[in-house]
């Protein structure tokens, strides 16, 4: 498989699938570092990577293409943008994911991510549409990091 950043020619497409605000996607594109990955010519995965402060960035977007979904790619996309966060010398990565999204939350989790905080209302405050997962509505930010500075949790 082959990682490798781009500056251009983002996959709106992928991206959408994690986050359905093409405006705010736009927007965090404009200021972090995007990542795809390719097989052959076809890109099947994305991540951005996108600074918070000087010791901590966040992993704003990952999305898989749906017929490769299952197969392992998530994961070696967390683990690639926590390895590229490492080498850019951040302390910590932080994601947020809803309270619905049990598949995200399990793939955070066996990545190394631990739950900090939630921010309440998130979804509700911030998407007209109601949001609904698993049979459960999305409602809350589940905010999750990993500190990288001693490699532990
Ligand atoms: N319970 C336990 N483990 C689960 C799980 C569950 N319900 N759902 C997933 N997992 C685990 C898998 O077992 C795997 O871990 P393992 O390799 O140790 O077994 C890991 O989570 C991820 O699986 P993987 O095949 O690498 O994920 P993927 O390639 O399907 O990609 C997403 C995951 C989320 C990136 C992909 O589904 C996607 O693009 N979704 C749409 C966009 C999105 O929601 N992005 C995230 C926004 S927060």
Redesign the pocket.
């Known amino acids: 498989m082959n990682i490798h950043k781009i500056d251009s020619n983002y996959p709106m497409e992928l991206l959408l699938?994690?986050d359905p605000s093409e405006e705010l996607v736009e927007a965090y594109l404009d200021r972090g570092q995007c990542y795809i990955a390719k097989d052959s010519d076809e890109t099947i995965g994305v991540y951005v990577l996108l600074s918070v402060d000087d010791d901590t960035i966040e992993l704003k977007n990952?999305?898989?293409h749906e017929r490769?979904?299952?197969?392992?790619?998530?994961?070696?996309l967390v683990l690639h943008a926590i390895e590229r966060s490492m080498e850019l010398g951040y302390k910590i990565i932080e994601v947020g994911?809803g309270n619905s999204?049990?598949?995200?939350l399990?793939?955070y989790q066996?990545c190394g991510f631990r739950i900090v905080s939630v921010d309440r209302d998130f979804f509700t405050n911030h998407y007209s549409e109601e949001i609904v997962e698993n049979g459960i509505p999305c409602v809350d930010m589940i905010r999750l990091e990993k500190r990288l500075s001693t490699g532990g949790r």
Do not use: D, P
């Open positions: 699938l994690a990952i999305a898989v490769y979904q299952g197969r392992g790619l998530g994961k070696e994911t999204s049990l598949n995200q399990a793939l066996k």
